[in-house]
T-cell receptor
């Protein structure tokens, strides 16, 4: 399967701990996006990479959040000093430049106790 | 303010009946328009998209959507639903200069009864 892969799929952590999520996009896609989805809501844009360059960050991305895509391939999203309000599904997507379609991974669900 | 509205939070439909999900957007220009489906434990899957041209768009799984500029709407339809269509459906828009960033509606949960 060459779809978008995310891990871990589930993470339970205590408030104040740091967590990191990884996203492996479809290999030929140079655009990668992170979204956050809370219960009963649609996904909300967090940040976007073109190759290794982070081109846009949402106001939702506080200074406790950092995302990287060091070699223009996989990406990581780190949350420092987690808070209960960070509990959500974190979705990664990569974009086909020709069709414009976004391909989403299955998401990483974070629960902060 | 720019927004995407899905007025129906929850819809129950009988198997074999028709389905219509509503989506309205509020933007100055016509954005690109998408419908995604999300089944439990699954990622979002694209059903169909509208960029330009024919306002009636055909998608996968027997779904279609119609873009109506005068109503700022992009409603999703299926003539006859199957039990496997039970899922959450999201309408999304992309502004033409936003580097592919999507804004999603809050979603409509579809329940299919026998």
């Amino acid at each position: 399967d060459t779809g978008v892969s995310q891990n871990p799929r589930h993470k339970i952590t205590k408030r104040g701990q740091n967590v990191t999520f990884r996203c492996d996009p479809i290999s030929e896609h140079n655009r990668l996006y992170w979204y956050r989805q809370t219960l009963g809501q649609g996904p909300e844009f967090l940040t976007y990479f073109q190759n290794e360059a982070q081109l846009e960050k949402s106001r939702l991305l506080s200074d406790r959040f950092s995302a990287e895509r060091p070699k223009g391939s996989f990406s990581t999203l780190e949350i420092q000093r987690t808070e209960q309000g960070d509990s959500a599904m974190y979705l990664c997507a990569s974009r086909d430049s020709y069709t414009g379609e976004l391909f989403f991974g299955e998401g990483s669900r974070l629960t902060v106790l | 303010a720019q927004s995407v509205t899905q007025p129906d939070i929850h819809i129950t439909v009988s198997e074999g009946a028709s389905l219509e999900l509503r989506c309205n957007y509020s933007y100055g220009a016509t954005p690109y328009l998408f419908w995604y489906v999300q089944s439990p434990g699954q990622g979002l899957q694209l059903l169909l998209k509208y960029f330009s041209g024919d306002t009636l768009v055909q998608g996968i799984k027997g779904f279609e959507a119609e873009f109506k500029r005068s109503q700022s709407s992009f409603n999703l339809r299926k003539p006859s639903v199957h039990w496997s269509d039970a899922a959450e459906y999201f309408c999304a828009v992309e502004l033409t200069d936003s580097w592919g960033k999507l804004q999603f509606g809050a979603g409509t949960q579809v329940v299919v009864t026998p």
